[in-house]
């Protein structure tokens, strides 16, 4: 759920489930992890020479399989919209973006997560991303690298697309 703090500033709280499966499992054993997470947090949105840039600051309650953690994400999207204006948008974007997981206690430095995406709105609540993403994972003695194909489809569903500098960012939730 998004509180609009101003044209430019959106606070934010959200939760869901996350279970978490060993590489060679099956997606329903050997499981790794199931977790519940509440997570507030800030977006800063800002337009520079037709860059949409988006700057996300959350907190992350986990409650998980081996008790409770918190976690500190730090996003940043730049994404350029490109074509013809079609009902006040441009359907065409690409965005690049960076984000950095830290923990409380060790490791503190957990993760980051690099994307590089082209998007295509298909209506003002209608998002299609095609993407890289590419994951290190540093907690681990032997920092793994992870590199995903990223198929995306967001909706809009409930009221009116926000009408913030920079809504046009297509950076989501990698």
């Given at each position: 759920m998004h509180y609009s703090l101003h044209k430019s500033a959106l606070l934010t709280l959200?939760?869901?489930?996350?279970?978490?499966?060993?590489?060679?499992?099956?997606?329903?054993?050997?499981?790794?992890?199931?977790?519940?997470?509440?997570?507030?947090?800030?977006?800063?949105?800002?337009?520079?020479?037709g860059i949409n840039i988006e700057q996300r600051f959350r907190t992350e309650f986990r409650w998980m399989s081996s008790g409770f953690r918190n976690r500190f994400r730090y996003r940043v999207v730049a994404s350029y919209p490109f074509g013809n204006k079609t009902k006040g948008y441009q359907p065409w974007q690409v965005s690049v973006g960076d984000e950095i997981f830290f923990g409380k206690q060790s490791p503190f430095f957990e993760q980051n997560r690099v994307q590089v995406s082209l998007n295509y709105r298909l209506s003002p609540e209608v998002l299609l991303q095609l993407g890289y993403l590419n994951q290190v994972l540093v907690a681990n003695p032997n920092a793994t690298r992870n590199h995903y194909l990223v198929l995306g489809y967001f909706l809009e569903i409930f009221g009116k697309r926000m009408k913030h500098e920079g809504s046009n960012i297509a950076g989501k939730d990698f």
């Open positions: 959200g939760m869901g489930s996350y279970q978490t499966y060993q590489p060679e499992g099956n997606f329903k054993l050997p499981k790794s992890n199931n977790e519940f997470r509440i997570w507030p947090q800030l977006i800063l949105l800002h337009t520079i020479a």
